[in-house]
């Protein structure tokens, strides 16, 4: 009961908030103030969710500057999660084109000024990525889920290279980040989020200088291997706890099963 009054307190503010940032980015260029409204859309959900977020790594990082982060993807909550994790940037979202048809999520996408790609056409793709370079000039940097969608199992699936065309062109840093546990607390095809720990480990970011769209398979390696080495394999996540300085629950055991 409880849950579905928190569902209802979700749906009461997301209908608003996708409205509102539909109407305020239609004269938002870049998205930027619009993107407060996500912050605050967000927040809820991770609240209301009972998420906590064990976040590490941010001390790497220049707040002041632009980055490409290139991240594993697990789960439906990680869109909250970074944002949430990630507050000292702007973020927009690479992304494939089909979401803008999802109601309001969709539309506010759209407004928002979040990248779509268009998969099956080379040259709309083309433009997206010079779309995403605009967005990176004007001070936003751009979140990439390299794997195209969601993975399971605690194991990465095979990267696009989008993303680090993307970097290379723009000539900005990426940044691997791992997220672990946000597939145990919502699994694929799950409609009920569980209470508990999600871990976002920020790693150091890899300079794209000496890189070409030619040789993209050795960086994409790269930031590969420094997302997997801090991915933790859902059938050790008791464990995992332990070291993280939490305290295995009820509602935080769910970490030894399977992941999104």
């Not at 991770?46 to 998420?51: A, D, I, N, R």
């Not at 976002?200 to 970011?205: M, W, Y």
């Amino acid at each position: 009961m409880l849950y579905a009054l928190k569902l209802v307190v979700v749906a009461l503010i997301t209908i608003p908030a996708a409205l509102l940032t539909i109407f305020v980015g239609l004269f938002d260029p870049h998205g930027k103030h619009v993107y407060a409204i996500a912050r605050f859309w967000t927040w809820t959900i991770v609240t209301l969710g009972g998420v906590s977020l064990k976040i590490d790594g941010l001390g790497r990082l220049d707040p002041s500057r632009q980055y490409v982060f290139i991240v594993n993807h697990e789960s439906n909550i990680d869109i909250p999660v970074l944002v949430q994790s990630l507050t000292a940037y702007q973020l927009r979202w690479l992304a494939k084109k089909e979401l803008l048809r999802v109601p309001f999520f969709g539309w506010a996408m759209w407004a928002s000024k979040h990248i779509t790609v268009d998969r099956g056409d080379h040259l709309t793709a083309l433009d997206s990525l010079q779309k995403a370079k605009e967005s990176i000039r004007a001070g936003i940097s751009i979140v990439v889920f390299p794997e195209g969608t969601r993975s399971s199992g605690g194991t990465l699936l095979p990267f696009k290279k989008g993303g680090f065309l993307l970097a290379v062109q723009a000539g900005i840093p990426i940044v691997p980040v791992t997220i672990n546990g946000s597939g145990t607390l919502l699994p694929a095809g799950a409609w009920r989020l569980k209470r508990g720990t999600i871990e976002v480990v920020v790693g150091d970011p890899v300079s794209v200088e000496g890189y070409r769209p030619g040789n993209l398979r050795a960086l994409s390696e790269c930031v590969r291997s420094a997302i997997e080495k801090n991915l933790r394999h859902p059938s050790t996540g008791m464990q995992q706890l332990s070291r993280l300085g939490l305290k295995p629950t009820s509602d935080n055991a769910s970490l030894k099963e399977g992941s999104i």
